[in-house]
Structure formats: structure tokens, C-alpha cells
């Protein structure tokens, strides 16, 4: 029996995570069904599932690709060793409530499936560590009160170009600094030609080409393909501040 609150669920404009959801055959049989038919019915929703369709399609290709990926680098092996030890001192964070699965059934997050989507692109699709993520210049000026969005944590480093495989590593995130608000991200989309609308996939803080920005990915105009967009901090409807752009698959 379906309640008053999986009705609404039934209704554009759809979640992107219930419909990876739904990709991910995470409902029972017969809401499964009827979600699948609203979904269907509607355009944009048809794009996301073209895209995550697109995805397991690659990430069907990789696993089928027995070609063995290059070892990394001692010094990236050191940074990732030392990156796990530090996750378990304490952190200075705020605490949030932990809620059951039980209460939510009928729906799960869907971050599970996209990180682990992205951890085997990383692993398979000849990523180079040793230049990419873990980068960091020891030299580097601290950041500025003007970029207080960007923990160095949490900032990918995609070189000079934006390639798939580093673009999707985004997929499912959503991390969105100064353009958290709907008015200041529906402006930026705006002045690079992205309608508001479309459905955002993905999102974070970046650095390319020594450039901190937003990577965020969108279902792409042509089904299955992604696009994926890279913009500086200080987007607006008047000041695109395009960084990088592609339409993946």
C-alpha cells in the first residue's frame, strides 16, 4: 500500500536521488512500477535516467577492460595512508540525528551507489593520481577570506583539462558554496546557458588549471550524455566565469 507521502514522490519535478533510486532497482515491486511510469512521462527525468544509463554502460566497459592500471606513485601511496589515519582523530563538526532506514523504507540515499560509481572510474579509468587528486602545493598561499567555500580537503585537482573520468567523480556529491542559493545558482546557469531546470547530478569545489571552482554536472542535451561544467566562484547571471566545459558520452 502506498502512503500520502509516496504519493507525492509520484509528482514532478523529480529528486535526481530518487531517481538513482529507482535506477538502482532500491524500491519495492509495485511502487517501483508506478514510479517508473510517472518518471517516463516526464522529459527531464528521462534524461537523468539516459544518463545514469550511460554510466553503467562505462562502468560495464571498465570492468570488462583487463588491462592492469599503472601502480601509483610511493609518495601518493604515503598521502593516501596518512589521509585514512587522520579519519580517525576527532573532528570539530557539527552533530546532525542519526534516522533509521526503518522510517524510510521505501527510499534510500542514493550516494552509496554514485561514490562507488566514482571510486571505480577513479580506479579504472586511468586516473593519474600522482597528478590529480592528492596534488597540493606545499607553497601555496592559504586561502583567502574571498574563497572560505573550498576546504583544501576537499578539492580535486582535474590539471589542466576537463576529463571524463575526473569530471564524474562529482556524480552524486552536492557541494555547492556561493551558489547554494536557488537565485544565485539559477543565475550563474543562466549567463552559461543551462536552463535552471535541468537536473543538477552532481557538485563540488574543484581546482583546474591552478583555478578554484564549482564542477557540477548536469544531464546533458543529448541522452546519455553528461555535461559538465566548471565555473568560478564568482558566477553571476552578468559574469558567466566559464572554466571548463564538456558533454560526456
Do not use: K, Y
Request: with cysteine; glycine share 10%.
Amino acid at each position: 500500500m502506498v502512503g500520502q507521502g509516496d504519493e507525492a514522490l509520484l509528482q514532478p519535478p523529480f529528486d535526481p536521488e530518487l531517481i538513482a533510486d529507482l535506477h538502482a532497482g532500491l524500491f519495492d515491486p509495485p511502487f517501483e512500477a508506478r514510479l517508473g511510469a510517472a518518471v517516463e512521462s516526464d522529459p527531464q527525468a528521462r534524461q537523468v535516467l539516459a544518463a545514469l544509463d550511460s554510466v553503467s554502460t562505462r562502468l560495464a566497459e571498465l570492468r570488462a577492460d583487463n588491462t592492469p592500471a599503472p601502480p601509483a606513485p610511493p609518495e601518493v601511496l604515503d598521502r593516501i595512508h596518512a589521509a585514512l589515519a587522520a579519519e580517525g582523530a576527532p573532528a570539530l563538526v557539527d552533530t546532525v540525528p542519526v534516522v533509521a532506514l526503518a522510517e524510510h523504507p521505501r527510499r534510500r540515499r542514493a550516494w552509496i551507489p554514485a561514490a562507488a560509481a566514482a571510486a571505480i572510474l577513479l580506479l579504472a579509468g586511468g586516473i593519474a593520481l600522482g597528478t590529480g587528486v592528492f596534488d597540493e602545493d606545499p607553497e601555496a598561499p592559504a586561502p583567502t577570506m574571498a574563497q572560505p567555500f573550498l576546504p583544501r580537503t576537499d578539492e580535486p585537482d582535474l590539471g589542466a583539462d576537463l576529463t571524463p573520468g575526473a569530471a564524474l567523480i562529482m556524480m552524486g556529491r552536492s557541494s555547492l558554496g556561493p551558489l547554494s542559493g536557488p537565485d544565485a545558482l539559477a543565475g550563474c546557469l543562466r549567463a552559461n546557458g543551462v536552463d535552471p531546470a535541468t537536473p543538477l547530478l552532481g557538485s563540488g569545489p574543484v581546482r583546474i588549471r591552478g583555478i578554484r571552482g564549482i564542477l557540477m554536472l548536469f544531464a546533458g542535451p543529448r541522452p546519455p550524455q553528461i555535461t559538465a561544467l566548471v565555473v568560478g566562484a564568482e558566477c553571476t547571471e552578468s559574469r558567466p566565469e566559464t572554466l571548463a566545459r564538456s558533454d560526456i558520452g
